[in-house]
């Protein structure tokens, strides 16, 4: 059973602070991992997506992944309050990248809420 | 608005009584999923068509559960005789490309009584 596991929280930051959220997951082969943002009662926003080990960065959003570690966080610089809501790392489940490009479902964490304090 | 759309955005039912969901992706994605989310837990998939091929389904996804994509475009999410259980955010999403971002409609929200 391939699962995506995230604190649920809620991570409360102060507004300007780094928020770090972090994600891990138990398929090895796992090639393609993604950050969506979900206000509460909307659906989810990709934020940002990943596939080399190494950071990523997008505006105030870093990605960090480390597959020997299977492991992948999100960094958001300079918290806003705007910010606060619940985070889902997903996680492709598709094999079929290895024959030239990913598709299939994603697995997604359960969301690790998070509270950015004016 | 050129994102993904789906129809109804709420929907109440009693018990027992059939539902259909429709969802348009992005123009031109090719692959396009559903997904449900409860409260509190993250999206899980239900299934997913490539073109109008319906690649794979869920465990989740019981015989009361069917889905089309007849030409490709748009796609239908029925579910039969429904159940308290069923109750949920139903949500569509699509892509295309090879890195498989998949990007998400409004959702449905079902509320069965």
């Known amino acids: 059973q391939k699962e995506v596991e995230q604190n649920s929280g809620p991570l409360s930051v102060p507004e300007g602070a780094i928020a770090s959220l972090n994600c891990t997951y138990s398929d090895r082969v796992s090639q393609s991992f993604f950050w969506y943002r979900q206000y509460s009662g909307k659906s989810p926003e990709l934020i940002m997506s990943i596939y080399s080990n190494g950071d990523k960065e997008d505006g105030r959003f870093t990605a960090q992944l480390n597959k020997a570690s299977q492991y992948v966080s999100l960094l958001i610089r300079d918290s806003q309050p705007s910010d606060s809501a619940t985070y889902l790392c997903?996680?492709?489940?598709?094999?079929?990248?290895?024959?030239?490009?990913?598709?299939?479902?994603?697995?997604f964490g359960k969301g690790t809420k998070l509270s950015v304090k004016p | 608005d050129t994102g993904v759309s789906q129809d109804p955005r709420h929907k109440i039912t009693k018990r027992g009584q059939n539902v259909t969901f429709r969802c348009d992706p992005i123009?031109?994605?090719?692959?396009l999923y559903w997904y449900r989310q409860t409260l509190g837990q993250g999206p899980e998939f239900l299934t997913y068509?490539?073109?109008?091929?319906?690649?794979?389904k869920s465990r989740l996804l019981s015989d009361r559960f069917s889905a089309e994509r007849p030409k490709g475009s748009f796609s239908t999410l029925e579910i039969q005789r429904t159940e308290q259980g069923d109750s949920a955010m139903y949500l569509c999403a699509s892509s295309d490309g090879p890195n498989n971002e998949q990007f998400f409609g409004p959702g449905t929200r079902l509320t069965v009584l």
């Open positions: 068509f490539q073109n109008e091929a319906q690649l794979e």
């Open positions: 123009s031109e994605h090719n692959r």
């Open positions: 997903a996680v492709n489940a598709d094999r079929l990248f290895l024959e030239g490009g990913s598709q299939g479902n994603l697995i």
